[in-house]
Nanobody
Framework: QLRLVESGGGLVQPGGSLRLSCAPS????????IGWFRQAPGKEREGVSC????????DYLHSVKGRFTISRDNARNMVYLQMNSLKSEDIADYYC????????????????????WGRGTQVTVSS
């Protein structure tokens, strides 16, 4: 059973940066596309970014393009979300999730695709 653990959230000033990490326990992230999702208070969960199994394909929510970068280090079994130029609208709990795609070089930022989820890490942007 794959378990995911997010880390790296916290409080940052507007315009600041954070790097979120997603680490597995119990299995490898190889063969999984990984997505990052967020849920703000009172709002539905939305897809932020995803990365394919081999890292060749990525996708982003329009509002974070150019500010967020997803990456993976398959040798270290880690996935990251670098978040720059953070805004108040980025405030949310951020979750990583895994989608089993051993033969695909594609990913989708659709929550329903993802079978395994972490518990989330909180991101707050405030001066």
């Amino acid at each position: 059973q794959l378990r995911l653990v997010e880390s790296g959230g916290g409080l940052v000033q507007p315009g600041g940066s954070l790097r979120l990490s997603c680490a597995p326990s119990g299995s490898s992230l190889r063969n999984f596309a990984i997505g990052w999702f967020r849920q703000a208070p009172g709002k539905e969960r939305e897809g932020v970014s995803c990365i394919s199994v081999d890292g060749s394909f990525t996708d982003y929510l329009h509002s974070v393009k150019g500010r967020f970068t997803i990456s993976r280090d398959n040798a270290r079994n880690m996935v990251y979300l670098q978040m720059n130029s953070l805004k108040s609208e980025d405030i949310a709990d951020y979750y990583c999730a895994a989608d089993w795609r051993p033969t695909s070089d594609f990913c989708e930022i659709t929550p329903g695709r993802y079978e395994f989820w972490g518990r989330g890490t909180q991101v707050t942007v405030s001066s």
